[in-house]
């Protein structure tokens, strides 16, 4: 997809939270958040993740509604509407890579050839949606995932904030019966549903459909979102949870994790951290046991 414009946005890190806050409030999806860069070891890294936000359209006049409002809440913000003519969606593949998940786990770009094999592989193309596999909290949610099902008996996954579809894909593929993504960005669901052909997968339901409108409660619950938008989405999170079921939560900050906890009841549960990245994990449900005894944990029900 080619854009005609973007509209970038600066400011200081601590302002991220409230410059966010008043996008969900504008329906304003972000395109990009901090810029992109290859490390000496030819891996992606983020700069400037909590201080950079870009937004994209074709249409100015939308973006120059967008940053009047944003000035009246956040007057902090630096900001320029810029005209760009980079597909994004190509010039982004320059910096991708397989990604080794786990010892059983390999994600494969689309439009790459596979140069090793594992016992799992889900061939992926992002698109314009979240979840190449390379970000921290997706690989925490994957190998979570990957650990919970290999060790409990788990028929159903609700992925909420699905992008790419990575976590459902994932989730199928290792034998979950029944898996469901969500997502409120349309790209997103396109994105989902290539990908699960690509992956010759049939038992994933992919929707916009809002959390409130999901009937149903689940086995296993994992979300990798921002932590504003996790944090206001927590109690609907909880509620399409089965009693004793597994809630696998990322996009948090580490220093955030402790605060989450408090507030939301998770002080007793797991979390788990990869560089500025963490996930928390609540609640286990008819574990199997291991060598050497069961491992417990707690729940809601």
Known sequence: MIYAYELVLRF???????????????????????????????????INENSLIKIASEDRLDLEKVLAELTQ???????????????????????????????????????LEFQTRRKIEIVL??????????????????RKLEEMVANAKIESVLDVGC??????????KLGVS?????????????????NTTRNGISNIHFSTMSLDNITHRFDLVVANIISSVLDTLMPDIKGKLKPNGI?????????????????????DFEEVVIGDWGLIVSGEIN??????GTKKGGGWG
């Open 12 to 46: 200081d890190p601590q302002d991220y939270d409230s410059v966010q806050a008043s996008l969900l409030e504008l329906d304003v999806l972000t395109f990009q958040e901090g810029e992109s860069a290859k490390d000496s070891d030819g891996n992606i890294v983020l």
């Open 73 to 111: 809440n956040s007057p902090h913000i630096h900001a320029s509407i810029e005209e760009i003519t980079t597909d994004f969606n190509q010039a982004w593949k320059e910096f991708s890579n397989p990604i080794l998940v786990s010892d059983n786990i390999l994600i494969q770009p689309s439009w």
């Open 125 to 142: 193309d992002p698109g314009l949606a979240f979840g190449s596999g390379s970000h921290e909290t997706t690989l925490l949610c994957m």
């Open 163 to 172: 992008g790419s579809g990575i976590l459902s894909i994932l989730a199928a």
């Open 178 to 194: 029944s898996v469901m993504g969500i997502d409120n960005d349309d790209l997103a669901i396109v994105a989902s549903n290539e």
């Open 247 to 267: 809630l696998i939560l990322s996009g948090l900050l580490k220093e955030e994790i402790p605060e989450f906890k408090n507030k939301h009841g998770l002080e």
């Open 287 to 292: 574990r199997k046991e291991r060598k050497g």
